[in-house]
């Protein structure tokens, strides 16, 4: 099975701040891979599709970029509406989660 | 518009089953895929299984291989997701997801682009 690992595990960041999330795969999975953003009690959302690619309707400000085995999240300005947990998921075989970052105010 | 509208919150006894049920609308049921992931109190996402609304194709989790089912009735565009011999552990919130696709010159890329509300199961004695 791949592993997936993000880090950090959580951080805390100000309005404004730019944030940047890693995950990290245990092989090779190209850009199979997708991030999640979910809020206290909800369902998760798709903000990242194949690594790069934005959902339709996300804010421009999430960027993905990576392949292979390292990825990142990024967010641009940090804004009040997105202190939530970020998931990464592999999509290269069956899928997988990363054990999530929490992103809280500072 | 697309919507994936799970059943309410269960509460079982250990060794006992639960069978959640995922009803989809605004896009062709059997066009696409749909995935069960669970989410235990506090902690993260995890997959579940997987099948295809279009051929009853199926892909579970190792750690559930045998004792779950998921299955489709198209003629209601609803996807179940069975479980059986409950444990403690087995508490969580239970989601469906539908699976779509990106692709380019090389792959098809696999994500979740819609989820159900998600289902609380209980399990306790």
């Known amino acids: 099975d791949i592993q997936m690992t993000q880090s950090p595990s959580s951080l805390s960041a100000s309005v404004g701040d730019r944030v940047t999330i890693t995950c990290r795969a245990s092989q090779s999975i190209s850009r199979h891979l997708n991030w999640y953003q979910q809020k206290l009690g909800k369902a998760p959302k798709l903000l990242i599709y194949?690594?790069?690619n934005l959902q339709s309707g996300v804010s421009s400000r999430f960027s993905g970029s990576g392949s292979g085995t390292d990825f990142t999240l990024t967010i641009s300005s940090l804004q009040p509406e997105d202190f939530a947990t970020y998931y990464c998921?592999?999509?290269?075989?069956?899928?997988?989660f990363g054990q999530g970052t929490k992103v809280e105010i500072k | 518009q697309v919507q994936l509208v799970q059943s309410g919150a269960e509460v079982k006894k250990p060794g006992a089953s639960v069978k959640v049920s995922c009803k989809a609308s605004g896009y062709t049921f059997t066009s696409y895929g749909i995935s069960w992931v669970r989410q235990a109190p506090g902690q993260g996402l995890e997959w579940m299984g997987w099948?295809?609304?279009?051929?009853?194709?199926?892909n579970y989790a190792q750690k559930f291989q045998g004792r779950v089912t998921v299955t489709t009735d198209t003629s209601t565009s609803t996807a179940y997701m069975e479980l059986r011999s409950l444990r403690s552990d087995d508490t969580a919130v239970y989601y469906c997801?539908?699976?779509?696709?990106?692709?380019?010159?090389?792959?098809?890329?696999?994500?979740?682009?819609?989820w159900g509300q998600g289902t609380l199961v209980t399990v306790s004695s």
């Open positions: 194949a690594a790069s």
């Open positions: 998921q592999q999509s290269h075989s069956s899928w997988t």
């Open positions: 997801a539908r699976v779509s696709y990106y692709s380019d010159s090389s792959a098809y890329y696999y994500h979740f682009d819609y």
């Open positions: 099948i295809s609304a279009y051929n009853d194709n199926t």
